[in-house]
């Protein structure tokens, strides 16, 4: 199967113009063939991980709807309140459509109906992040990990969010509530909403990896060093974008940097793009190479959601960067 660049290079007519241009007009012409993918992927409950999946789930929903955010469409407003419906009467967010307990990805769907200026849901939904964090945050968990199980490097009153409730903190979930909470208030924060990010942020640097970059948990386990990912490492950094410049970031922006160069795995690239961008270092050798990827490797909803919003952030806006 052709790639998208390809695809549209075969409907692309000459004319006049630098290079710069037809490729300003090729790039234009893939994203249009991925939103054009995305649409024929929608369910009427919302966006399944994969194009034959008849179940809606969070994730892909929230992708979806950012990377046709500024398509004037119906199905972006059958996609908002699809979201809308899914949410739990708690506030929170389930990972599957038809699950009834919410999930660390709360703070995306915060995040998506921020961008998309949909603020209906949002208020419970931050009363949602507020009140949820990290099994670690209880006494007694605090004293376990300070006392008998020392097989893992943390200080358990640095607090993040978990995947599931009552499960321990981790990175993507704690960087999501942080985009979310850092989104729906920029200016004016309540002592709560303050001191909850203070804990998110404190949660984050605590977790790194010795050498830079983020694992999914913890930096380290049995007294042995994680190696970071790609993805979570990215997503951590769009998090913490606009906190104190220090080394364990710069050390992990310039790991992300040179990862990306031989990365193949569209996800963790798209990801890469979109933190590259939030720091204003170039991207576009690495949207080149996205833009080369066949359909076949975007069978994701999820990643071809992602790919789209990579490759139009530079010109339409990065939905994950921080405004500081």
Not at 92 to 107: H, M, V, Y
Not at 287 to 300: H, I, V, Y
Request: hydrophobic content about 45%.
């Amino acid at each position: 199967m052709q790639s998208p660049l390809e695809a549209a290079s075969c409907l692309a007519q000459p004319f006049d113009g630098t290079r710069i241009l037809l490729y300003n007009r090729l790039s234009a012409m893939v994203t249009e063939t991925l939103r054009e993918e995305l649409l024929r992927r929608q369910l009427a409950d919302g966006w399944g991980y994969r194009s034959d999946c008849g179940q809606a789930a969070l994730e892909p929903t929230c992708l979806a709807l950012l990377a046709l955010r500024l398509q004037n469409i119906p199905a972006g407003t059958y996609g908002i309140e699809a979201l809308q419906r899914l949410q739990n009467p708690d506030g929170g967010w389930p990972a599957f459509n038809g699950d009834r307990e919410a999930c660390g990805l709360t703070g995306l769907a915060v995040l998506t109906l921020n961008t998309l200026g949909q603020p209906n849901g949002i208020e419970p939904s931050i009363e949602w992040l507020l009140r949820s964090r990290g099994r670690e945050a209880h006494w007694l968990w605090k004293w376990k990990f300070r006392t008998t199980d020392t097989r893992v490097r943390f200080d358990p009153g640095k607090f993040g969010w978990p995947w599931q409730p009552d499960t321990a903190s981790w990175v993507v979930p704690t960087a999501f509530s942080l985009l979310a909470l850092k989104q729906s208030f920029p200016d004016c924060r309540s002592a709560r909403v303050r001191d909850r990010i203070r804990l998110g942020v404190a949660m984050l640097f605590d977790r790194a990896c010795p050498q830079g970059g983020w694992n999914a948990g913890n930096g380290v386990v049995y007294g042995v060093a994680m190696r970071p990912h790609l993805d979570a490492t990215a997503i951590a950094l769009l998090a913490l974008r606009g906190e104190r410049h220090n080394d364990l970031m710069a050390r992990s922006l310039a790991w992300l940097r040179d990862q990306a160069q031989v990365c193949a795995a569209p996800w963790s690239l798209a990801w890469c793009v979109l933190t590259m961008d939030a720091y204003e270092l170039p991207t576009g050798w690495a949207q080149e190479r996205l833009e080369a990827m066949s359909l076949d490797e975007l069978d994701d909803t999820a990643t071809l959601a992602i790919v789209t919003i990579a490759l139009d952030c530079t010109t339409h806006g990065n939905p994950f960067e921080v405004l500081t």
